[in-house]
């Protein structure tokens, strides 16, 4: 006689081994995926890194997207500045972070072409960092002072021929020298560009009569111009800027087809994830989209301007090839050596 089979208490049977093996692998392989995948953008903190001091119209406009951002997402969004080199300081910063989004780049034109300027900064703009949205445009205000003899563009152009001499125009900054040479390339006006360390120094020499005129940011010169220290020339945008809709461009006013602009950005270094350049444009979209953003920019003299992820890496290819020209043709661009 065989022996009967023996069944300890609580042993599982073949079959019951096999089902709790099959019951089990769903939530491994759940577990292995949700291991694969990149953490929830935000996952901490994020850091908006200005590459300029303090008070600037990045500044603004990052501080005010800051803000927003945090109470969207829940989340901590900060506003550093590290300025020096013409912002390549603060760009190194950012470019020695991870790659996850955390660390943003929030800049402007001379991101792309400081390195052309300095040919000693440790990046190339556009292949170490991705563009992720342009969110407001700025505009340079012309202005000469009272004591100037001219008291706009026509008279400037003409100043030559009157006197015979060129007008003093103060500028701070590579990019406001840049449009300034471009002003007087288009005009063929004896400009005698002068550049100052401060723009508020520089604006406050015009408003002396130390200098004939400025070529500053909107929200300096604004102020001066409408209590009559300063007479406008125009603004240097292809529009009317909707701080100052009185004032006329600078094209309106004796420079045809003449209209460059400034503008506010983000950039994170290359290899970070796609989901997170998402969610980073999508909420500063929304910002930007906003009627309270909307007002903000036109107290700080800036233009809402937004443009994300599908559009913004190719126009800021554009924007590099137009200001490193620029800055070529303003002698601040020298041929490479060797």
Do not use: C
């Amino acid at each position: 006689m065989k022996p009967m089979p023996v069944h300890r208490a609580g042993a599982a049977g073949p079959d019951a081994v096999r089902r709790s093996l099959l019951a089990a692998i769903p939530g491994l392989m759940l577990g292995a995926v949700a291991r694969a995948q990149p953490a929830a953008y935000p996952a901490h903190r994020v850091t908006l890194l200005v590459p300029y001091t303090a008070g600037t119209a990045a500044d603004a406009v990052a501080r005010f997207i800051a803000a927003k951002l945090t109470a969207l997402w829940g989340t901590t969004v900060l506003v550093e500045n590290k300025a020096g080199a013409d912002g390549v300081v603060g760009t190194r910063a950012v470019l020695q972070a991870p790659a996850d989004g955390h660390m943003v780049l929030f800049t402007g034109p001379p991101f792309l072409y400081n390195t052309e300027m300095l040919q000693t900064a440790p990046y190339v703009p556009l292949r170490d960092f991705q563009p992720v949205a342009r969110v407001s445009s700025a505009m340079w205000l012309f202005a000469a002072g009272r004591q100037a003899p001219f008291a706009n563009l026509a008279e400037l152009i003409a100043l030559d021929k009157r006197q015979g001499r060129a007008a003093d125009i103060a500028v701070s900054g590579s990019a406001a020298m840049a449009v300034a040479t471009a002003l007087k390339n288009a005009t063929g006006a004896r400009l005698n560009i002068v550049p100052y360390t401060s723009t508020s120094q520089a604006i406050t020499d015009a408003a002396a009569g130390h200098v004939d005129a400025v070529a500053a940011a909107i929200a300096g010169v604004a102020p001066l111009v409408r209590s009559g220290m300063l007479n406008a020339l125009g603004v240097s945008g292809p529009t009317r800027s909707l701080a100052v809709p009185e004032i006329p461009t600078l094209a309106e006013a004796g420079a045809p087809g003449f209209g460059f602009v400034s503008w506010n950005a983000a950039f994170v270094r290359s290899g970070t994830p796609e989901a997170a350049i998402a969610r980073l444009a999508e909420g500063m979209g929304a910002v930007a989209a906003s009627a309270e953003f909307r007002e903000f920019a036109r107290e700080q003299g800036v233009e809402p301007a937004f443009m994300g992820p599908d559009a913004w890496p190719a126009e800021a290819a554009d924007q590099q090839a137009r200001w490193s020209g620029l800055l070529r043709e303003a002698g601040l661009i020298k041929p490479k050596q060797g």
